[in-house]
């Protein structure tokens, strides 16, 4: 037996320095005696560590992600895709599809009145009102908005460049998204009233916190967040009965945003929201949007500190394009400058492709499905009102659909073969965007009838981001070393930030 023990512990590499002690153990063992039982202990324990070892270098990729805290998406993808189109969720790796009856009741309350709590005719109806704020026409009404908020943020990010000899570009680009989504949904003015969009953003950040609480303590922060979407829509309704007595003494907006339009649209039997059901509708366009776009646009940066040659060539296309298209009396990027950056537009899509923010999308079905499997495997009945998670990580990287799947390569966006069927649902009439992909190929957004409602708004949003970022200013990593390596633990995205020097061009 110690000889067999020996055998096994040299085969692990982490106990070559080991070894002694264990051959020590070993030769006692054969003469025990009790005042051997230190060193025995000892080689126990040298076993045990090695043996953890050994089983941690064999472990299951997806328990490593686990225990490790990073993300690797290829490898979910890989799981997925190996264990066929149906799978059921194990609680591990997280997919396939899992039988638990509708909602959560946290959801439930926390989107309660809005459109993510509705379903058919209902959810139809709601759709269709929020829909008229997110179609080009109006899109395009939000580009000057848009623009001074952003060109405000990156003379910010200057300055706290020059200050401190970097900016965060992960934590930044969060609050850029935020300022967006507070300045655009909610009526927030961080350039006229700061300390009150700054409150707004306080109560938001407290709802936030109950959404991947601790498990000690996760009722508290669920209640304290119930608390602080109250507050937040109570500010809401204000903003918006503060607009309305402004348009009725004849005060023309000084932007167009979304929650102008949504407060005087209406159906096709002339119901219009009342400010609290609008209030309510906009605080969950918020969560919707921020986190998404934020995160998206992360990734973006960081495929591009990776890839510096993609750099210049997307500063070439922003070069032409100016050459091309004249700018507004501003010097603003118009509408036609956004459909035409077929570059940046693949470089988004790709890394829309690989690093969506939604592993996976959930819907319940309407009655018992029969799935049966093409290789001719044991059908499978889904029940009526089970919840099933489809995986857009899986989706997304399908060799049969593109080629290389975990290889960044925006490039396959220009190959025409993608271009096969549209990804719009019938209430989005945008035409941004140069390539087309069935939603069914590409999940980031969703598909079907509750597919991304703020998907265009999002993409002309990044895409001006992205344009301006890289037409006047330069940004280069502090620390090239570092390898950005997405995490899951204790924050979704990246363990130290995106560090970068951020100047304005020449
Ligand atoms: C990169 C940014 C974004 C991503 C990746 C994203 C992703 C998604 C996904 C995966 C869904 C679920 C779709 C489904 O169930 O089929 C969704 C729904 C939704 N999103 Fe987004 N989203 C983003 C930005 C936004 C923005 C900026 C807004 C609002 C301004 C928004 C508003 C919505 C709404 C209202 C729904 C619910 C639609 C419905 O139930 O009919 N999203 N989004």
Redo the contacts with the bound molecule.
């Keep these: 037996m110690p000889g067999t023990l020996s055998k096994l512990l040299e085969d692990l590499p982490v106990l070559n320095s080991l070894n002694p002690l264990v051959e020590i153990a070993a030769a006692r063992l054969e003469r025990w005696s009790p005042k051997d039982t230190g060193i025995v202990l000892a080689a126990a324990a040298a076993g045990g560590i090695a043996l953890g070892y050994y089983y941690y270098s064999h472990l299951d990729p997806s328990l490593k992600q686990i225990l490790t805290g990073k993300v690797d998406r290829g490898n979910v993808a890989r799981q997925i895709q190996e264990k066929g189109p149906i799978s059921q969720i194990y609680g591990i790796s997280g997919h396939g599809y899992m039988v638990k009856e509708g909602r959560s009741y946290f959801f439930r309350l926390l989107f309660k009145g809005s459109?993510?709590d509705?379903d058919n005719e209902e959810?139809t109806r709601t759709?269709r009102l929020?829909s008229s704020a997110?179609k080009s026409d109006s899109l395009r009404a939000y580009l000057p908005r848009m623009t001074s908020e952003i060109r405000s943020e990156f003379d910010l990010w200057v300055k706290m460049s020059q200050e401190s000899g970097f900016v965060d570009l992960e934590l930044e680009l969060k609050q850029l998204a935020l300022r967006f989504?507070f300045t655009?949904?909610v009526g927030a003015d961080f350039t006229k009233d700061h300390s009150i969009s700054t409150e707004l953003v306080e109560k938001y950040e407290a709802l936030l916190r109950g959404f991947i609480p601790w498990p000690i303590g996760k009722w508290d922060a669920r209640k304290k967040s119930m608390e602080a979407r109250q507050a937040l829509v109570d500010d809401v309704t204000e903003i918006i009965r503060k607009r309305r007595k402004l348009l009725l003494e004849g005060v023309k907006p000084e932007f167009s945003d979304?929650l102008w339009l949504l407060m005087t649209t209406k159906d096709e039997n002339g119901h219009s929201y009342t400010d609290e059901e609008l209030a309510d509708e906009c605080v969950?366009?918020?969560i919707?949007?921020?986190e998404?776009?934020a995160?998206?646009l992360a990734a973006w940066t960081v495929e591009l500190l990776r890839h510096p040659s993609l750099i210049t060539a997307l500063r070439k296309e922003q070069e032409d394009l100016v050459k091309s298209y004249p700018c507004d009396a501003d010097n603003n990027y118009t509408n036609e400058h956004i459909k035409h950056m077929p570059l940046l537009d693949a470089t988004f899509r790709e890394i829309?492709r690989m690093y969506?923010?939604?592993g996976e999308?959930?819907?319940v079905t309407r009655n018992d499905i029969t799935f049966v499997p093409a290789d001719g495997g044991k059908p499978t009945v889904i029940k009526k009102g089970n919840r099933i998670a489809w995986s857009?990580t899986a989706t997304n990287r399908d060799p049969a659909v593109y080629p290389e799947p975990n290889a960044f390569n925006p490039c396959r966006w220009l190959n025409s073969s993608l271009t096969s069927s549209p990804t719009l649902s019938k209430d989005q009439d945008s035409d941004l965007g140069a390539v087309k992909v069935s939603s069914f190929r590409l999940?980031?957004?969703?598909?079907?009838?509750?597919?991304?409602?703020?998907?265009q708004?999002?993409?002309m949003?990044?895409l001006l981001i992205g344009g301006l970022m890289i037409k006047d200013y330069d940004f280069e990593d502090v620390d090239p070393e570092c390898d950005l390596v997405e995490v899951g633990r204790p924050k979704f995205g990246y363990k130290d930030g995106i560090r970068v020097r951020f100047k304005r061009r020449a």
Excluded: D, N, Q, Y
Aim: a positive charge.
């Design positions: 459109i993510l509705k959810h759709r929020l997110f989504a655009l949904l979304p969950v366009l918020v919707a949007g921020h998404t776009t995160r998206t829309e969506g923010p939604a999308i959930s819907r857009v999940g980031t957004f969703g598909a079907g009838h509750r597919v991304c409602l703020g998907m708004f999002a993409r949003e990044m």
